[in-house]
């Protein structure tokens, strides 16, 4: 179907692949039309189109071999879509749809938290962090989070139970038998996550590096698969050391999940946070302002 795109959001993978950061994951062709998810409205429907029809309000991540929703229109698949959350209006909704379905892939399906587990998000004002900390509540965790000092209300208010201002500790130092650990930062902060779960705890990266079950999820070839192997050996040991698992997340796109997703908006448990919205015309400056990392929440660019 054709979608007319009133809003779309930026998001960490935007300028990774600009940079070229992912081409051993995914292969694009330049110049590239960027952006990942979307909100906007039906204009067109193709003939095996069963749900949807001209003029309804949707929102959606596309499929990782068709991207570009920073434009003003973009074909999409059915099943990737699903309908707008009635109480949000397209710059909210816009915002939804990849932390959405990363964060439920994260909680739900590698993590497969439970009620009274405790998990630790990283970066908790961020675009993730503050979508994964609302998911994280509507299960029943006790969930920890790192912030800096401008982020501690922000976090708190969406329900973190033990809030860590990283510039004044170290969350090794203060967190301990913990059953998971969903980091969205990578490096040193990924290698200490180990140190504080208990055994046969979890963690989960979309920082990380990819491991070989991410490039047989992605379909990649056999050379890949053990790239990936090697590559991801350092992190595979540290969590053996430590009794855990560690397993890389690529989120894919899942119109039945976002549904689910919407229940929970509609509901009211779930709450958009915005950290600023741009023009169509200041893409770019969107870009460079998720980049400098400061965004407490999401960043929207709005046709």
Do not use: C, W
Request: proline fraction near 3%; avoid cysteine; aromatic fraction near 8%.
């Amino acid at each position: 179907m054709l979608i007319k795109i009133h809003a779309a959001s930026i998001n960490p993978v935007d300028f990774k692949i600009r940079d070229g950061e992912l081409k051993l994951l995914l292969s694009y062709k330049f110049p590239l039309i960027l952006g990942n998810d979307f909100a906007g409205e039906v204009v067109k429907v193709g003939r095996g189109v069963k749900g949807y029809q001209v003029g309804d309000k949707v929102y959606g991540r596309t499929n990782k071999d068709k991207i570009g929703t920073f434009a003003e229109y973009i074909a999409v698949e059915e099943d990737v879509i699903a309908p707008m959350p009635s109480n949000l209006n397209y710059v909210e909704a816009a915002s939804i749809p990849l932390v959405g379905l990363t964060s439920y892939q994260a909680l739900y399906e590698e993590l497969a938290l439970l009620p009274n587990q405790k998990i630790l998000i990283q970066a908790g004002s961020g675009g993730v962090g503050t979508f994964a900390i609302q998911l994280a509540k509507i299960i029943g965790a006790h969930v920890a989070t790192t912030v800096s000092d401008k982020g501690i209300d922000l976090v708190t208010s969406l329900g973190a139970n033990e809030v860590i201002n990283y510039k004044e500790k170290n969350f090794k130092d203060v967190l301990s038998d913990y059953d998971a650990v969903f980091d969205t930062l990578g490096g040193k902060q990924l290698e200490d996550s180990f140190s504080i779960l208990k055994p046969g705890g979890k963690v989960i990266s979309i920082s990380g590096l990819p491991t070989e079950v991410t490039a047989q999820r992605l379909g990649l070839g056999r050379a890949k698969q053990l790239l990936f192997k090697l590559v991801s050996r350092k992190l595979k040991k540290q969590a053996k050391q430590y009794d855990a698992t560690y397993e890389f997340l690529f989120m894919r796109p899942s119109g039945e999940q976002l549904a689910t997703i919407t229940q929970h908006i509609e509901a009211g448990k779930i709450k958009p946070v915005i950290d600023r919205v741009f023009k169509f015309e200041d893409t770019q400056k969107a870009l460079d302002y998720s980049e400098s990392g400061r965004a407490k929440g999401k960043i929207i660019i709005e046709m």
